[in-house]
C-alpha cells in the first residue's frame, strides 16, 4: 500500500503543477471520507482520487496522441477528439494506471475514466471520484458546502446534483456536450430516485 501510494505521489508531483496535485491530494481524502461512510473500500477510494487526474498535464495534441495506436479507444474518441480533447485525460489517466501502476481492478480504472463525463451504470465508487472531483476541498463554488454536507448524507442524491450542474454549466457556456454524458443523464437523471 505505502510503495504504491509513493509511486503515485512520486509521479503526480513530478508532473502536475501544485495546484492541480493538491486537487489531486484533496480529492482522494474527500473520496475516502465518503467511502467509509457509505461503506465502501475507503482504501479503493483513495488510490482512484490520487490517480484521477495524472494525464492532466498532457496537451490536447498529446492527448489524441495516446490514443493513436492504442486499442480499445473511448467509445466517443472521434468526436471528443474533434470538440474537446482535453475529456480525454481521464480515460489516460486509466491507461497510464493501468500500465504503470499495474492496477488490475476494473472499479478503480472505471472511477478514473469516468470522472468527467459519467456514463450510464456507475458502481457507487465510480460515483463518489465523480462527486468528489466536483466538491472536494479547494474547489471554490458557493453551493459546495451545501453539496459536501448532501455527499455525506445521500450519495445518490449528490450525484444527481453534480451531473446536472455540469450539464447545466456547459449548457449556459455554449459548450460541446458529449454524448457519453447525455446518456448518463438519461440513464440518471429523468429518475426520481437512482436505483443502481
Same mark, same amino acid.
Given at each position: 500500500?505505502? $510503495?504504491?501510494?509513493?509511486?503515485?505521489?512520486?509521479?503526480?508531483s513530478?508532473?502536475?503543477?501544485p495546484?492541480?496535485?493538491?486537487?489531486s491530494?484533496n480529492?482522494?481524502?474527500?473520496?475516502?471520507?465518503?467511502?467509509?461512510?457509505?461503506?465502501?473500500?475507503? %482504501?479503493k477510494a483513495q488510490? =482512484?482520487?490520487l490517480?484521477h487526474d495524472?494525464?492532466? %498535464?498532457?496537451t490536447?495534441?498529446?492527448l489524441?496522441?495516446?490514443?493513436?495506436?492504442r486499442?480499445?479507444r473511448p467509445?466517443?474518441?472521434k468526436?471528443?477528439?474533434?470538440?474537446?480533447?482535453q475529456l480525454?485525460?481521464?480515460?489516460?489517466?486509466?491507461?497510464?494506471?493501468k500500465e504503470?501502476?499495474k492496477i488490475?481492478d476494473?472499479?478503480?480504472?472505471?472511477?478514473?475514466? =469516468?470522472h468527467t463525463?459519467?456514463?450510464?451504470?456507475? =458502481?457507487?465508487?465510480e460515483k463518489?471520484?465523480f462527486?468528489a472531483d466536483?466538491?472536494a476541498?479547494?474547489r471554490?463554488r458557493?453551493?459546495?458546502?451545501?453539496?459536501?454536507?448532501?455527499?455525506?448524507e $445521500?450519495?445518490?442524491g449528490?450525484?444527481?446534483?453534480?451531473?446536472s450542474?455540469?450539464l447545466?454549466?456547459?449548457?449556459k457556456n $455554449?459548450?460541446?456536450?458529449?454524448?457519453?454524458t447525455i446518456a448518463?443523464w438519461?440513464?440518471?437523471?429523468t429518475?426520481k430516485?437512482?436505483?443502481?
Amino acid at each position: 500500500m505505502e $510503495n504504491l501510494e509513493r509511486k503515485i505521489f512520486d509521479y503526480i508531483s513530478a508532473r502536475l503543477s501544485p495546484k492541480r496535485f493538491e486537487h489531486s491530494y484533496n480529492v482522494a481524502v474527500f473520496a475516502a471520507e465518503l467511502a467509509k461512510i457509505h461503506k465502501i473500500n475507503a %482504501y479503493k477510494a483513495q488510490v =482512484s482520487g490520487l490517480l484521477h487526474d495524472l494525464a492532466k %498535464y498532457k496537451t490536447d495534441k498529446e492527448l489524441i496522441s495516446f490514443f493513436a495506436n492504442r486499442q480499445p479507444r473511448p467509445k466517443y474518441f472521434k468526436e471528443i477528439k474533434e470538440n474537446a480533447p482535453q475529456l480525454l485525460h481521464g480515460f489516460a489517466a486509466a491507461v497510464i494506471a493501468k500500465e504503470e501502476f499495474k492496477i488490475k481492478d476494473k472499479d478503480i480504472l472505471n472511477a478514473i475514466s =469516468s470522472h468527467t463525463l459519467a456514463r450510464e451504470n456507475m =458502481s457507487q465508487l465510480e460515483k463518489i471520484i465523480f462527486i468528489a472531483d466536483y466538491a472536494a476541498e479547494g474547489r471554490k463554488r458557493k453551493e459546495l458546502e451545501v453539496l459536501r454536507k448532501l455527499a455525506r448524507e $445521500n450519495l445518490d442524491g449528490a450525484f444527481k446534483a453534480v451531473l446536472s450542474a455540469k450539464l447545466i454549466f456547459v449548457i449556459k457556456n $455554449n459548450m460541446w456536450i458529449c454524448a457519453q454524458t447525455i446518456a448518463a443523464w438519461n440513464y440518471y437523471g429523468t429518475e426520481k430516485e437512482i436505483k443502481n
